[in-house]
């Protein structure tokens, strides 16, 4: 079965700790993203990369950091710098990010709770 | 003012309904614009896509976009029981980036 995977599927964290939320995608696809979503917020996007080892801050990068060395894999690392990290963290992937349009399929999320 | 505007609701409505949600946004940049569902505590899943303006029919749900008042909207025929989730709309600009911009969503609950 094609499609995106996260884990784990929640997530306990103490404040201070740098803690990693895996995805990955057997798609083929280029583009990877990651999101936040917090309730009234809507989805906020954290980093997105079009292609294996290059990737971009989105619109709420701070305290976070990503890395993309495969294609299929596009791990989030939530720092201790990030001041509310409890949060649902939504993986997703597109064919291209310059496709002729931005078909985005999501995994599962993650629920992290900072303790 | 955010780009998309999106009232996020509740809407609720009997079983066989017919729902009308819809979006505002003011990036006349935009191209691509898009529907998702999102059941609880899952990741939202496409419904529709459109490219420009027009209607664009699949099943029970139709999209439609007006560009010249800035307006999508995704309608829901003979609405179910499973229906029932967070609807979230998006648009995007043609540019290299195509970088989705989202509505905040909208929870709909449907009564059997």
């Known amino acids: 079965d094609g499609g995106i995977t996260q884990s784990p599927k929640y997530l306990f964290r103490k404040e201070g700790q740098n803690v990693t939320l895996s995805c990955e995608q057997n798609?083929?696809?280029?583009?990877m993203y990651w999101y936040r979503q917090d309730p009234g917020q809507g989805l906020r996007l954290i980093y997105y990369?079009?292609?294996?080892?290059?990737?971009q801050k989105g619109d709420i990068a701070e305290g976070y950091s990503v890395s993309r060395e495969k294609k299929e894999s596009f791990p989030l690392t939530v720092t201790s710098a990030q001041k509310n990290p409890t949060a649902f963290y939504l993986c997703?992937?597109?064919?291209?990010?310059?496709?002729?349009?931005?078909?985005?399929?999501f995994g599962p999320g993650t629920r992290l709770t900072v303790l | 003012q955010k780009e998309v505007e999106q009232d996020p609701g509740p809407l609720s409505v009997p079983e066989g309904a017919i729902v009308s949600l819809n979006c505002t946004y003011s990036?006349?940049?935009?191209?691509?614009f898009m529907w998702y569902r999102q059941y609880s505590r899952k990741g939202p899943e496409l419904l529709m896509y459109t490219y420009s303006s027009g209607n664009k029919e699949d099943g029970r749900f139709t999209a439609q976009v007006d560009k010249s008042s800035k307006y999508i909207s995704l309608f829901i025929r003979d609405s179910q029981p499973s229906d029932s989730a967070t609807y979230l709309c998006a648009g995007a600009n043609a540019g290299n980036n195509r970088k989705l911009i989202w509505g905040l969503g909208t929870s709909l609950a449907v009564n059997p």
């Open positions: 990369s079009q292609i294996v080892n290059d990737f």
């Open positions: 997703a992937s597109s064919i291209s990010g310059r496709s002729s349009y931005n078909e985005q399929f």
């Open positions: 798609l083929n696809h280029d583009a």
């Open positions: 990036n006349s940049a935009f191209q691509y």
